[in-house]
């Protein structure tokens, strides 16, 4: 068979629809709004959509199998026929089994929800052990190969690799303890061998594999794993050519095992690992394979600098079979398409590429490529707003920026001040969001509410949320964060160098979807932004508020970052500006502030040699916010949404005061993390899981409290939820805050 040329591709494309059209479906077919067959037909729709803008935009290859209805990990474990016992039981047909795995259903719980690799988006966690048959029981990438071909398009299926696959797999609760997912990679390889026979059969040309988990450091084993696995495919008789797909970082010592493969084509990330270049001409086994260059950030939102890339192709030219151009990584993590945006400066727009202007600069830098690269601009658009008072202050700086008086000297200090009971009683930050909260928000937004009608309701919710608070007696309250939408968004929305988006829409999980700011430019905060909010809770209570600020590791995650300088430089600015904000928080009274980071693992590098480097400007920029504090001030931080093992020494280097972390799911594990590492400073391990609707009981509490007390002497013991309570009702939040301070005044006697 003759193989068409790559060419120009993207590696994946979004999938939630360009106004959320899948959001909507879904959501309305769970509600029982719309059914089946309607649900089809808006999906069928997305993906023909997809399809042809692809192709009309003149890519040479057009990716297929990119659609999915909530996640395309689950899609694969479906696929293969591997879907726990437990939903199949259920009974219900195949979609409403797909939903009940990824949502649970009947008391049955769905199957776990992670973080893809660094990204914001999370996938459904495969649950495997030895009795798991892989079957090729489903169809998807068939069918939408199908699909797309009776539409004139010639896709090429998007897969999640075998490997990959099993390794972001996790042992089910019936597997011997001995039992790794990968164990079953044979087995598993033996179905992939059956579907790609069943896409040659279909007239597909090429196939796509992704293996992302070698761009973290894995063993030999694994190592040994991928060559196996590539070996047993490329080989298989009747088959597509085979892409196979590395992104999020450099393929380190996967790449060679991936050169020396049988397979047509090898994709790297020159984005993330730029230095891959140089290792490419020494690789002799790509000499007769296609590289697919991953050329433009397939995750940030900035322009691609497209003469720089296409003098980097240039030089690979010679030393590889074929060369074709690329995003890095699927387009899933950035928004649709940037002319959609009517509100933006046009000076930042004119350095901003969503994924519909991403996939005109892969054909663009594909067409250069063939002719010589004569007729390409480097315009990026323009250069980031300069602040230079932040930038002096940023260089002036130095330790003493970032040390506060000794712990022991503070704790004393903050003692006698607050004059706290042991294990004091406090909460996350956010209430419940009620939908007359919403309504007022949304009033200020389209207009029907004025800035002073606003505050009036915001001022009722705070005093409402102060009252109950007092009345349940917990010791030390908060506002209960009624103005804000999203805990970056409302910092990004009071900060210069940041611009906002009307449907900047990512997906992070199923019909779930964020719309991350845009730090475009220098940092710096006009004027105060949570001090009138925390001020007006303080001056209605005499216990202590807390105020509530969102760190800047998390601010960084949970936007996108400008990438013309390192993350460390954009951090800082941002910390300069919440310092800002806790001085004026402490000049109108306020005695407890919260930075809150629970985005501080997330952005742990997959690479364990970068991690050093990263959790130094990390801590340092969270010392930075915080360490111009007074003594007597107490500066809470709060963390969550991940295991803290990797990290716990970065915890301590954070010099909080208090620090609240998740720990009810895992019944306090955190705990003896925290003292192996001997870890001085109070800590509120969460002890209501927030997660789940279920109230604990007085008793459960009481456990998970003395089992604290194992861990963490009583005065350095604080007793909270888990996280936030704004995604709970009031039904629930109530009875758990006084069952948790009736818990504690039962552990305090
Ligand atoms: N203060 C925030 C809240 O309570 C913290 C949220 C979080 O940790 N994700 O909502
Ligand atoms: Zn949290």
Redesign the pocket.
């Known amino acids: 068979m003759n193989t068409p040329a790559i060419g120009s591709t993207v590696l994946g494309y979004p999938r939630i629809g360009p106004r959320r059209e899948l959001k909507r479906a879904v959501e309305a077919y769970w509600a029982g709004r719309l059914d089946a067959d309607a649900l089809a037909v808006v999906a069928r729709d997305l993906r023909a959509d997809t399809w042809r803008e692809l192709a009309a935009a003149g890519l040479d290859s057009v990716p297929g199998n990119t659609f999915s209805f909530y996640d395309h990990v689950l899609d694969t474990a479906v696929l293969f026929d591997a879907v726990p016992r437990r939903f199949r039981d259920l009974g219900l047909s195949p979609v409403d089994t797909y939903f009940a795995a990824a949502r649970g259903r009947d008391g049955v719980p769905p199957l776990e929800l992670t973080k893809w690799f660094d990204t914001n988006y999370h996938y459904l966690v495969p649950e495997l052990d030895p009795s798991t048959r892989f079957a090729l029981t489903g169809d998807k990438p068939i069918a939408e190969f199908r699909e797309a071909l009776d539409l004139g398009v010639t896709t090429r299926p998007v897969l999640l690799g075998p490997v990959t696959f099993l390794l972001l797999a996790k042992a089910s609760a019936a597997a011997p303890a001995d039992f790794t997912p990968l164990d079953l990679l044979d087995r598993l390889v033996d179905r992939y061998v059956d579907l790609l026979s069943a896409l040659a059969d279909a007239g597909a040309p090429w196939v796509q594999l992704d293996e992302p988990a070698f761009a973290a450091d894995r063993t030999e084993a694994e190592l040994a794993a991928l060559r196996r696995a590539y070996t047993r495919l490329g080989e298989a008789t009747a088959r597509p050519a085979i892409l196979v797909a590395g992104y999020f970082g450099d393929l380190g010592d996967a790449l060679p095992v991936l050169a020396d493969a049988p397979v047509e084509a090898v994709a790297v990330d020159l984005v993330t690992a730029p230095a891959s270049v140089n290792r490419i001409p020494t690789l002799l086994g790509l000499r007769d394979k296609t590289l697919v260059a991953g050329l433009v950030d397939g995750r940030n939102v900035w322009r691609a600098d497209l003469r720089g890339a296409l003098s980097t192709a240039a030089t690979l030219l010679g030393s590889v079979g074929e060369l074709a151009v690329s995003t890095s990584c699927s387009l899933l993590h950035v928004p649709y398409d940037l002319d959609a945006e009517t509100d933006l400066d046009p000076a930042v727009v004119a350095r901003l590429a969503f994924a519909r202007q991403k996939v005109a600069e892969v054909v663009l830098l594909g067409t250069a490529l063939r002719r010589d690269g004569t007729e390409i601009g480097s315009a990026t658009g323009g250069t980031p707003s300069v602040d230079a008072g932040v930038r002096a202050r940023i260089a002036e700086l130095g330790p003493e920026h970032r040390t506060r008086a000794p712990y022991a000297e503070r704790a004393a200090v903050q003692r006698t001040r607050l004059a706290l009971p042991p294990l004091a009683t406090t909460t996350?930050?956010?209430f419940p969001q009620t939908g007359e909260v919403r309504k007022a928000r949304a009033g200020l937004r389209d207009g029907t509410l004025d800035e002073a009608g606003y505050a009036e309701r915001m001022r009722a919710e705070i005093e409402r949320v102060v009252r109950l608070q007092e009345e349940i007696g917990l010791d030390v309250l908060v506002h209960g964060?009624p103005e804000r939408n999203d805990?970056v968004q409302y910092f990004a929305e009071h900060l210069d160098g940041f611009a906002s988006t009307n449907l900047g829409w990512v997906q992070s999980y199923g019909s779930r979807c964020v719309r991350p700011p845009i730090i475009h430019g220098d940092v710096s905060r006009p004027e105060p932004i949570t001090v009138g909010w925390s001020s007006y809770a303080q001056s209605l209570t005499g216990k202590p508020v807390k105020g509530?600020l969102t760190g800047p590791v998390t601010i960084l995650a949970w936007s996108f970052v400008r990438d013309d300088q390192p993350l460390a430089a954009t951090a800082e600015q941002v910390a300069l500006a919440l310092r800002d904000e806790i001085r004026d928080l402490e000049e109108a009274g306020i005695g407890i502030v919260q930075v809150?980071e629970?985005a501080l693992r997330e952005l742990l590098p997959l690479r364990a040699e970068q991690r050093e480097d990263y959790l130094d400007w990390a801590v340092g920029s969270f010392r930075l916010a915080t360490a111009g504090a007074a003594t007597a001030t107490q500066v809470h931080t709060?963390l969550?949404y991940s295991e803290f093992g990797d990290v716990i020494d970065a915890i301590d280097g954070l010099d909080a005061d208090v620090t609240t972390i998740e720990a009810a799911r895992s019944r306090m594990e955190v705990l003896d993390d925290l003292r192996s590492i001997g870890f001085g400073r109070a800590v509120g391990p969460g002890v209501y899981d927030i997660h789940s609707p279920t109230v604990p009981t007085e008793d459960e509490v009481v456990d998970l409290l003395r089992a604290a007390l194992d861990a963490v002497p009583g005065e350095l013991l604080w007793v909270n939820p888990d996280?936030?309570l704004?995604t709970r009702g009031y039904a629930e939040v109530e009875p758990a805050l006084r069952t948790l301070v009736a818990a504690a005044h039962r552990v305090r006697g």
């Open positions: 996350i930050g956010s964060e805990m509530m809150d629970p709060h969550c996280c936030g704004k």
